[in-house]
């Protein structure tokens, strides 16, 4: 009964470590993809780089977004399953 805190905070770091790297790999991926695209930009015509340049920010914004919603739900998940987790009803006297 006294170790079910400690094995919860431990199982909450390595979720939030997980999530930490998930997101990680993520961003390296969608700043090589605007890298790529936003590279193409100076062959278009200003107008649609300018698209191409904001839709790519809103892009970014919305995988922060996201990222930070999954993050939060999964935390939020953890601990929904944690609360009914069974218990030992074992009491202890003392003499």
């Not at 961003?27 to 790519?56: H, K, R, Y």
């Not at 993050?71 to 009491?91: H, N, P, R, Y």
């Amino acid at each position: 009964m006294g170790f079910r805190f400690p094995l919860a905070a431990l199982l909450l770091i390595v979720i939030s470590f997980v999530f930490f790297i998930i997101w990680a790999v993520m961003s390296f991926v969608l700043n090589v993809v605007s890298d790529v695209f936003l590279g193409q930009a100076g062959s278009m015509n200003p107008a649609a780089a300018a698209g191409m340049s904001s839709e790519i920010n809103l892009l970014t914004m919305a995988f922060g977004v996201i990222s930070l919603v999954l993050f939060i739900a999964g935390i939020l998940v953890f601990f929904f399953f944690d609360v009914f987790k069974s218990e030992t009803d074992s009491v202890i006297y003392e003499e």
